[in-house]
């Protein structure tokens, strides 16, 4: 494994994995994207968050979680009280998967393919990283950590045994609370999803 060969060199395993996963080829869709959007974070944080997939700002800026979805994500991990800058994000599909209309590009949704093929980097990065808690940010994520497709809905807000032995956690994808029309549903659902993230923190202790 990635630890086992570090010879307890976790932060320059981490660098290694990270170049590595510049030159991905596991699936086709490094060939339109701009770069690899590696996770990012302390190589000791005790809570982990996997989001989708880059977004076009996340493409471009070879950061995960910079763009709108990520304004979201800065707010709520802010509401409850837990410092980014502490905690360790990655997404769960490193390359941005979208389609050209015009000068745009829309986000599609990455597939069980897509997902699969690139969990690979996600099982290094938590065997690395060993993070007590890891949270899963929407079904692409879920779906990564769990290695099979779950309903959010029934598996959010409680604690969630992983095969290699850690602990996971499920909440929805802050794009989604972007897509709310209502003001009052967004509200609503926006502050589940703060009281999702400061119970997954509260696992901590
Ligand atoms: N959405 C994600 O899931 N990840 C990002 O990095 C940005 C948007």
């Known amino acids: 494994t990635a ?10 395993a981490w660098v290694a994995l990270r170049d590595e996963a510049a030159g991905c080829t596991r699936c086709p869709l490094y060939k339109p994207a701009t770069q690899t959007v590696f996770g990012e974070g302390p190589v000791d944080a005790e809570l982990m968050f996997v989001g989708e997939q880059p977004g076009d700002q996340e493409d471009l800026a070879g950061r995960p979680f910079v763009g709108p979805a ?23 599909v490193k390359h ?3 389609e050209p209309r015009g000068k745009r590009r829309i986000h599609s949704k990455p597939g069980v393919g897509e997902i699969d ?3 690979w980097w996600v099982e290094q990065e938590r065997m690395l990283v060993t993070p007590r808690l890891t949270v899963a940010l929407g079904a692409t994520a879920a779906r990564s950590l769990l290695g099979r497709t779950v309903t959010i809905g029934r598996e959010r807000g409680r604690p969630i045994e992983l095969a290699d032995g850690g602990e ?12 709310i029309t209502d003001p009052a549903q967004a509200a609503e659902e926006s502050a589940r999803f703060v ?10 202790g």
């Open 3 to 12: 630890r086992s060969a570090t010879g307890g060199n976790i932060a320059g």
């Open 70 to 92: 990520g304004q979201v994500f800065d707010q709520a991990l802010a509401e409850a009280g837990i410092d980014r800058t502490r905690v360790y994000v990655t997404n769960a």
């Open 96 to 98: 941005f998967k979208f």
């Open 117 to 119: 093929a690139c969990r």
């Open 168 to 179: 996971g956690w499920i909440t929805v994808h802050p794009s989604y609370l972007l897509r």
């Open 195 to 204: 009281e999702d993230l400061k119970a997954a923190a509260a696992r901590l």
